[in-house]
């Protein structure tokens, strides 16, 4: 673990959804897994990436996609656990952890927009 919260929670979640993926079996639907899968792993590339950015307005970009990811993950779990593909306490421990990483991606996104208005 490193002292980035947000770094090591947003791969927590990677690995998470990567587990989840890999273990939904029937009904299968790729393209809902699939698109689980892409959004929930490309949170924590994001907030990877942003780590090295060129500048705050780049820093700033990687976060706000990361936080679109986020929202779009939210989605599919939702979906995935109203058409029965995850079941309610696996959805409520993700959803939990994705909405905590929404929420400091939201504050991330809020302060560097008032630094760089400053």
């Not at 679109?68 to 593909?85: C, I, Q, S, V």
């Amino acid at each position: 673990m490193s002292d980035n919260k947000i770094l090591d929670l947003s791969f927590e979640f990677a690995v998470e959804v990567v587990t989840i993926t890999d273990s939904i079996k029937v009904p299968k639907s790729t393209y809902m897994l699939d698109q689980f899968a892409r959004a929930g792993t490309s949170i924590g590339a994001n907030v990877h990436e942003a780590q090295y950015a060129q500048s705050r307005k780049d820093f700033a970009s990687k976060m706000g996609i990361a936080l679109k990811e986020a929202n779009e993950t939210h989605y599919w779990l939702k979906l995935m656990n109203a058409t029965g593909r995850l079941d309610d306490q696996t959805f409520r421990r993700v959803n939990r952890m994705c909405g905590n990483l929404r929420r400091m991606l939201i504050s991330s996104c809020t302060t560097v927009k008032k630094e760089t208005d400053e």
